[in-house]
């Protein structure tokens, strides 16, 4: 099993720039999550969703979009990049409605220039 | 204002040492969990921990759920260089009115283990 996979790996955009972060997961998972780890500040979560057609903001969503037209798939869209937003992305997804334990893919290390 | 605090934030130790992680709120949490992340990847969950006063070991890690179920520590016996890592406490609870429960992650703590 492939588990969560994210794609890009590593991204430079300039200020401005649109991108979308890829994340599909092979788990038939329902809940998938969005977070951005930044040094001194942990995990925080962005985007989050419920299940396909259902999404919700986190703690950080400004500057953010999120979708899910699909069980596996959860792409996290920048509208217009700003330095502020150069971080490491995780997507992560659980089975659980109580969340008994995310699984995480790898991560996309993401600058903004 | 950090929801969750994990002390100590570095720590840096002799392998056969023991060492323990706190994690602490003022919050009460339907589940806590923790998880270990190495350089480059995504965490790892170790273990959840759901009722309070729960004590959970995986090999040498001992998890403790606090009785009121804000706090949480992670014991490792032994320590060895193979236990290197970020390792962070997570708490669950309720987030918005969508019934949904999402993940409230501390800092970390960076753990070396020197051979």
């Known amino acids: 099993n492939a588990g969560v996979t994210q794609t890009p790996k590593f991204q430079v955009l300039k200020t401005g720039q649109s991108m979308t972060l890829q994340c599909a997961q092979d788990?038939?998972?329902?809940?998938m999550s969005w977070y951005r780890q930044d040094p001194g500040m942990g995990l925080r979560l962005i985007h989050y969703?419920?299940?396909?057609?259902?999404?919700d903001q986190g703690e950080v969503p400004n500057g953010y979009n999120v979708s899910r037209s699909t069980t596996e798939d959860f792409p996290l869209r920048l509208l217009s990049a700003a330095p502020s937003q150069t971080s490491v992305y995780f997507c992560?997804?659980?089975?659980?409605?109580?969340?008994?334990?995310?699984?995480f893919g790898s991560g996309t290390r993401l600058t903004v220039v | 204002t950090q929801l969750l605090e994990q002390s100590p934030q570095f720590l840096s130790i002799q392998e056969g040492e023991n060492l323990t992680v706190y994690c602490n709120s003022s919050?009460?949490?339907?589940?806590l969990q923790w998880y270990r992340q190495e350089p480059g990847e995504g965490p790892v969950l170790l273990v959840t921990?759901?009722?309070?006063?729960e004590v959970k070991k995986l090999k040498r890690l001992t998890f403790q759920f606090g009785d009121a179920r804000k706090d949480s520590s992670l014991h490792i016996t032994a320590a060895q260089p193979g236990d290197t890592g970020l390792y962070l406490c997570?708490?669950?609870?309720?987030?918005?009115?969508?019934?949904?429960?999402?993940?409230?992650f501390g800092k970390g703590t960076k753990l070396s283990v020197i051979p």
């Open positions: 992560a997804s659980s089975y659980s409605r109580e969340v008994y334990g995310y699984t």
């Open positions: 788990m038939n998972h329902e809940y």
């Open positions: 969703s419920v299940g396909a057609g259902i999404t």
């Open positions: 919050s009460v949490f339907s589940s």
């Open positions: 921990v759901v009722t309070g006063g």
């Open positions: 997570a708490g669950a609870r309720a987030y918005s009115g969508a019934g949904s429960y999402q993940l409230t």
